[in-house]
């Protein structure tokens, strides 16, 4: 498995994690729009486990660092 494939697969992980556990907390759609995401992609994954295409998957994860950075900048 290639160094890009493990570092996607880590990332899934994590985005997925941080989104199941965050849900409630979260503006999905702001998050689909701050990445030009098609409209329902986050909900699917949530409500009904549909799988995130894997080019969605490094934006949510750069979105992601910087919701949860908490830096006061």
Known sequence: MSQE???????RKRVEKWLMSNQR?????????EISAPKGLVQKFIKYDKKIND???????????????????
């Open 55 to 73: 080019k969605w998957i490094n934006p949510l994860h750069g979105v992601i660092k910087v919701i949860s950075s908490f830096s006061l900048r």
């Open 5 to 11: 494939k493990k570092q996607l697969e880590k990332n």
């Open 25 to 33: 907390f979260i503006n999905i759609t702001g998050i689909e729009k």
